[in-house]
């Protein structure tokens, strides 16, 4: 995993924010973002697919959320 963006606790648009600025920073490869929302959840997802990423996965545990985005 090339970096972890650890957005629990967070309130939207917060989650997003950081998402993408993990994106832009490492142009492409895998990230993984863990936020406690259903809303981040699907906000995060859509700002990636918006932004060229591709969602691989979507993990949910105790309420909180592991997406795992990559971009090749």
């Keep these: 995993m090339a970096e972890t963006v650890d ?4 309130s939207c648009p917060q989650p997003v924010l950081d998402a993408l600025a993990a994106m832009k ?18 906000n995060v997802a859509r700002a990636a ?3 060229g990423w591709r969602v ?3 993990a949910e545990n105790a309420g909180e ?3 795992t ?3 090749p």
């Excluded at 957005?7 to 967070?10: D, E, N, P, Q």
């Excluded at 920073?25 to 699907?42: C, F, Q």
């Design 69 to 71: 985005i990559a971009k």
């Design 49 to 51: 697919t918006g932004s």
């Design 56 to 58: 691989e996965n979507v």
């Design 7 to 10: 957005a629990r606790g967070l």
């Design 65 to 67: 959320y592991r997406l």
């Design 25 to 42: 920073r490492l142009g492409s490869g895998t990230i993984e973002i863990l936020v406690d929302t259903e809303a981040s959840k699907e």
